[in-house]
Each structure stands twice: as C-alpha cells, then as structure tokens.
C-alpha cells in the first residue's frame, strides 16, 4: 500500500494563479481531509470528506474548493491564490470518523506564493 | 474560539531521561485526544490517543488525561535521541472537527 499520496511535493504561484494539489489514498477509507501547516503552527483543517460526494468546511475554508467524485481521490483547489497561502498543505484520510480514528498523513505539498 | 495550547519549547532533554510534553484544551465538548509526532520536514503520525480520564500506556509512552482541569499531557519513558521531534496535540469534540496545538519540539541529547 502507498498510503496517501500528494502532489506536487513543490509549488510556487503567483498571485492571482490557480492550481489543483491532487490527494489519493489506496486504504478504502471513507473520510479524507485537507489541513494547512503555517510555520511553527499547528495543523488548521480546511476541508474534510466523509465520503464520495461528500464535503463540509473545517475550520479556515476561505479561498479553496473542493470535491469528491471517489473514493480515492480528493483534490483541493486553490483559486486566486494570495501570499496568504503560502504554507504546507497536508491530505489525510482515516478508516471512521476524526473523533474515534488515526488519521494518516500524506508527505505533503510546500506552496509558495509570490 | 476552540484553543488548544502547549508549550512551544524547545524541550531539551538528556538521553534515558522522562520527557513531560504538556497540552491544555479550552472545549468542555471535546471527547477525544490524540498526540501525533512530526520529524522536521516530515508529515504527523500518530504516537496514541486517549478518550477517558487517567493514564493510558503504550511502550515507553503515557498518555494522561484529566478533563476536569482540560489537561492531557505525555509522557516519554527512557527518551532517546530519536524521539527529537515536535509533538502535536489534537483534540476532537464531534464527529470530524479536529483542532491542533502548535507543537513542542523535543530535543534528547546523547
């Protein structure tokens, strides 16, 4: 199993750009999620699936779309990007429900804008 | 505002010693607490996590909850120059919210 995959690993935008960053598990698990990692924070959740065509917002959701059209996938959209987006980007997925899982972690995509 | 605070450190530790890393947690709701450790550059994985008041065990690892003072910390046994990383407390108070603390880095000297 690869686990949770991401990509790019690496990005710079600039501002006002668009761009896609692709997540992909291969664990069946119905519940993904996309966190952001602003240095030397904690992990902010963004959006969060519990299956396909499923999504809801977490907790800093302004500025990125979502969607869910499988089980594997869950890509996160970022339009118009602004330097305020500048950060780490993580996907996980989980087996049930955040409150009673592990989640398990992508390795990440590092976006810069500029 | 769901906070979630530790201390940011650095905790600087001497090898085959106890680590202390502390969290406090503002949600009366939260039900479930997770500590996760992240190597530089690295994503977070999970060391354990712990629902109900009092210690949970696991390896050289304890998990201590006590939802009254909104208190869970963990406690690293016989510490070891890899176990330097930054340790993530997260907590959850519903079916899929889930709130980080900032982290504090852990450093073991040999």
């Known amino acids: 199993n690869a686990g949770v995959t991401q990509t790019p690993k690496f990005r710079i935008l600039k501002i006002g750009q668009s761009m896609t960053l692709q997540c992909t598990q291969d664990?069946?698990?119905?519940?993904m999620y996309w966190y952001r990692q602003d240095p030397g924070m904690g992990l902010k959740l963004i959006y969060y699936?519990?299956?396909?065509?499923?999504?809801d917002k977490g907790e800093v959701p302004n500025g990125y779309n979502v969607s869910r059209s499988t089980t594997e996938d869950f890509p996160l959209r970022l339009e118009l990007a602004a330097p305020s987006q500048t950060s780490v980007y993580f996907c996980?997925?989980?087996?049930?429900?955040?409150?009673?899982?592990?989640?398990?972690f992508g390795p990440g995509t590092r976006l810069t804008v500029t | 505002q769901k906070e979630v605070e530790q201390n940011s450190g650095p905790l600087s530790v001497p090898e085959g010693a106890i680590a202390s890393l502390n969290c406090t947690y503002s949600?009366?709701?939260?039900?479930?607490f997770f500590w996760y450790r992240q190597y530089s550059g690295k994503s977070p994985e999970l060391i354990m996590f712990?629902?109900?008041?009092g210690d949970k065990e696991d390896g050289r690892f304890t998990a201590q909850l006590n939802k009254a003072s909104q208190y869970v910390s963990l406690l690293i046994r016989d510490s070891q120059p890899s176990d330097s990383a930054t340790y993530l407390c997260?907590?959850?108070?519903?079916?899929?919210?889930?709130?980080f603390g900032a982290g504090t880095r852990l450093t073991v000297k040999p």
């Open positions: 996980a997925s989980s087996q049930g429900q955040a409150v009673l899982s592990e989640q398990y």
């Open positions: 664990m069946n698990h119905n519940y």
């Open positions: 699936s519990v299956g396909a065509g499923i999504t």
């Open positions: 949600d009366r709701g939260s039900q479930s």
């Open positions: 712990i629902y109900s008041n």
């Open positions: 997260a907590v959850s108070d519903n079916n899929n919210d889930m709130r």
